[in-house]
């Protein structure tokens, strides 16, 4: 099948060092993430869970694990 190159999704880029880079815009960005990809609220919830789980090294560790192929993390 040959799709529309509109159609081709862009890659998120986060500046870890900047305000988008701290534990509650990554939750957020998470959850929208989630919601984007059709999640349901089990996997939304454990994803989260895991992230709020330990530290922020932690949290980085699972948002690039799940979403790491969708979302570029810059330190």
């Known amino acids: 099948m040959i799709k529309s190159i509109k159609d081709k999704p862009r890659r998120l880029e986060i500046d870890l060092t900047g305000p988008n880079g701290n534990a ?8 929208k993430l989630c919601r984007r990809l ?13 992230m709020m789980l330990t530290d922020y090294e932690g949290l980085i560790y699972t948002f690039d694990r799940e979403f790491g192929t969708l979302v570029t993390l810059w330190r």
């Open 24 to 31: 509650h815009c990554l939750l957020a960005t998470a959850s």
């Open 38 to 50: 059709g999640y349901d609220k089990f996997r939304t919830d454990c994803i989260l869970e895991e």
